[in-house]
């Protein structure tokens, strides 16, 4: 099976990429860590289709799993979750030498391994994506997180995770709209730093979205790869991982002003994604060909590249003042030169008129 290492301290984090790898999560986990009491952190969707193929798996691994089903979805993305999920742990008596293991997409990751982080001051974790955006992005890098009122993600650690696997067999029963959301971290990955994998994009749109799950693989560990190779540089996000929040700062704030929920985290990263590529017309550092182009692939794997009707674009600019990259109380904007190479710059008033970057209609580069 594919294996791909994070490398870093005090140990790397093996990622396991495979279709069909779900049925042997157990063995393959106890592989790479020996078998311990855990709490199984899921939802209710995740757990109806995946817990009775994990739960078996684990527990002839040796594993002894306590399953503890938390309500999804980013308006359960709390720190009172984060604390039922503390809580759930010491009932079950996990001590420092049990662990979490997170089963769901990337609300159910971040909290489960925000849990892990300050449960007992740190306890280990392992990470088993069943969304494409949890494969991709969440559960890669060991930031973990929960939301405020007053923005997402702002409260959270840098915790790694001890393992991940990803089977992509598990995005087979998701939802059209949640599978297509998980693409748009793909696609971030590749401006970001592949540019094949942007063309193999453009090639394969329509049998990405037919789920082919060989392609699903490739496309799976080719993210990953761009962002291992990323957080080993920097882990905590002083430098380089900003590149990573590509599409990020206008996305969490236009689900901030959606209110959490309305609006999905993959399809406000690909409006966000169209909006850097814009504001990067507009400042001179790529051309409106690129806009074009990366816009073009969004719209052709079903993803929406501008603000949906009624979303309140006061609130959206509220919500950029709060953007957890700013420094000096200056935004900062990540936005693309190439295809796989982006460049982080300082805000220059473009936070002040969202309207002009997600606005309907309109050439990529901005009226």
């Known amino acids: 099976m594919p294996r791909l290492l994070v490398r870093l301290l005090p140990r790397p984090t093996p990622v396991l990429v495979e279709p069909g790898l779900l049925p042997r999560a157990g063995e393959a986990l106890a592989a790479e860590w020996p078998a311990r009491p855990v709490l199984l952190v899921t939802d209710p969707v995740a757990g109806s289709l995946f817990g009775e193929t994990l739960l078996p798996s684990l527990a002839k691994a040796g594993f002894r799993v306590r399953p503890a089903t938390l309500w999804g979805g980013e308006a359960g993305k709390t720190l009172a979750t984060v604390e039922e999920i503390c809580a759930q742990c010491a009932a079950a008596g996990i001590g420092r030498d049990g662990g979490i293991v997170a089963l769901g997409g990337g609300v159910v990751t971040d909290l489960a391994g925000f ?9 280990e974790w392992v990470a088993i994506p069943t969304t494409l955006l949890a494969m991709a992005d969440a559960a890669i890098g060991g930031k973990t997180a929960a939301n405020l009122p007053a923005g997402k993600n702002l409260v959270g650690a840098f915790h790694q995770p001890r393992a991940v696997l990803a089977d992509p067999d598990c995005l087979r029963p998701l939802p059209p709209r949640e599978f297509l959301s998980g693409l748009a971290e793909i696609a971030k990955a590749a401006v970001v730093g592949d540019r094949g994998l942007f063309e193999r994009l453009e090639e394969r749109a329509d049998a990405v979205r037919a789920r082919d799950a060989r392609w699903l693989a490739d496309a799976v560990a080719a993210a990953v790869a761009v962002k291992a190779a990323i957080v080993e540089r920097d882990e905590r996000e002083s430098g380089e991982r900003m590149h990573l929040n590509l599409g990020h700062t206008m996305g969490h704030a236009i689900e901030a002003a959606a209110g959490f929920g309305p609006i999905r985290h993959g399809e406000a990263v690909a409006i966000g994604l169209a909006a850097a ?9 790529c051309d409106e060909a690129l806009a074009v182009r990366v816009i073009g692939l969004l719209e052709r794997l079903g993803l929406p590249t501008s603000a949906p009707a009624g979303l309140d674009l006061a609130a959206v600019a509220a919500a950029l003042a709060q953007d957890k990259k700013s420094r000096a109380g200056k935004l900062r904007w990540v936005l693309p030169r190439a295809i796989g190479r982006v460049e982080v710059v300082a805000d220059s008033g473009e936070s002040e008129r969202p309207e002009r970057w997600i606005g309907a209609g309109g050439p990529p580069g901005g009226p």
């Open 277 to 285: 590529c814009r504001i990067g017309v507009a400042r001179g550092l």
């Open 115 to 123: 849990a892990a982080a300050v449960y007992r001051r740190g306890i």
